[in-house]
């Protein structure tokens, strides 16, 4: 990932309930070309970096049903 003196943000969608299954998305750290992404429920694990054109792609396939 980017070095970068900004810290990240985490939100979670508002159409995630509180089962415990979310995923957080630190979006204000995508002007580094990359949209950091982690489990909630381990907050201090790994986090996943894609590209934001491939989260883009995701978010898209995913609105449209087409996973």
Do not use: H
């Not at 949209?35 to 898209?60: E, H, N, Q």
């Amino acid at each position: 990932m980017t070095t970068t003196t900004e810290s990240p943000r985490w939100l979670k969608s508002s159409y995630s309930d509180n089962g415990g299954n979310c995923v957080e998305v630190a979006a204000n750290l995508a002007v580094s070309g990359l949209v950091p992404v982690r489990d909630s429920k381990t907050p201090d694990g790994p986090i996943l970096a894609p590209s934001c054109a491939s989260w883009v792609a995701f978010v898209g396939a995913v609105q449209a049903d087409s996973l």
